[in-house]
């Protein structure tokens, strides 16, 4: 899997007026019973399951209470209830492919809108994507990158990112799949570890 501890985000807009912060964290779905056969193909399908609430590694709280739990890539936006680190989903909606159990968690009552990230953005993700070791920078390991964005503040543009493509570059292929998430800090993006 890709992270291995989470990070709160607080990330502010735009220069000028002092934009509203954006928080999330990250989450690893779980399937209940883990009967799950995985395909290697996109393969979308309702299962119940358990959400982990993976720990800040800033040292900040991790969340309690009412969250939303979305997954940009399947489309699954619900608000549920955390409880001892975790959530009970009896239905969410998620790829069947190796290494797609990501989802981000945001506060409670967070409006959350699935909008298409530009192109611009789709550039900023990638640039970041770069940055990270484990794709060794090789712009190859993009090739077949899927990105799915949600809009939290109401502009209709892309705020958080979640991808699936390539997730571990070595001797000349890929070696793995699974998914980076990522957050808007304007005009780049920031991976979220």
């Known amino acids: 899997m ?7 985000v607080v990330l502010a807009g735009a220069a000028g007026a002092a934009p509203p912060k954006r928080v999330a964290w990250l989450g690893v779905f779980r399937p209940s019973p883990p ?10 399908i309702g299962h119940a399951g358990t959400v982990i609430v993976l720990t800040p590694g800033d040292g900040s709280a991790a969340p309690t209470g ?3 739990v979305v997954q940009p890539l399947v489309g699954m936006n619900l608000e ?4 001892h680190g975790q959530i009970a989903l ?7 492919r190796p290494g797609a159990d990501a989802v981000l968690l945001l506060p ?5 809108v699935f909008v298409e990230p530009s192109k ?8 970041a994507l770069l940055k990270d070791d484990v794709l060794a920078g090789v712009k190859r ?33 890929c070696q793995g799949h699974g998914q980076f998430l990522l957050a808007s800090r304007g005009t780049t993006w920031v991976e979220l570890e």
């Open 80 to 83: 549920a209830t955390i409880e």
């Open 90 to 96: 009896p239905l969410f909606a998620i790829d069947r």
């Open 2 to 8: 890709r992270f291995a501890v989470a990070m709160v």
């Open 35 to 44: 009967d799950l056969v995985q395909s290697e193909t996109r393969a979308v």
């Open 141 to 173: 390991s993009l090739a077949d990158l899927e990105v799915g964005a949600i809009d939290v503040d109401g502009d209709h543009k892309a705020d958080f990112a979640v991808t699936y493509g390539c997730n571990a570059w070595a001797d000349g292929q």
């Open 120 to 127: 611009a953005d789709v550039v900023a993700i990638r640039a």
């Open 66 to 68: 009412d969250v939303v």
């Open 108 to 112: 409670a009552k967070t409006q959350v």
